[in-house]
């Protein structure tokens, strides 16, 4: 069996006890782990979306940049 295969096999397996973990706990203990979840999630879409922003500030920068230079060539050429 290659590595691949058995860290695989271990997510899996801490998956399933994760679950029966969760399943076996308190409905407050459960709210908690949701609670955990929902705020990872709203950070990494925080995240993503100012990954997102801060991409698209470059993209403008380099587009006037471009813009630019081409009005300097045209104006070199004239």
């Given at each position: 069996?290659?590595?691949k295969t058995?860290?695989?096999l271990a997510l899996l397996?801490?998956?399933a006890l994760a679950?029966?973990?969760y399943k076996k706990?308190?409905?407050e203990?459960?709210?908690a782990v949701k609670d955990k979840i929902n705020t990872a999630k709203?950070?990494?879409n925080k995240w993503g979306n100012d990954l997102k922003s801060k991409a698209n500030d470059v993209a403008s920068q380099v587009q006037d940049k471009v813009d630019e230079v081409k009005n300097k060539a045209?104006?070199?050429v004239k």
């Open positions: 069996m290659g590595n058995k860290g695989l397996g801490l998956g679950y029966w973990k706990s308190t409905p203990e459960q709210q709203d950070n990494f045209q104006e070199s």
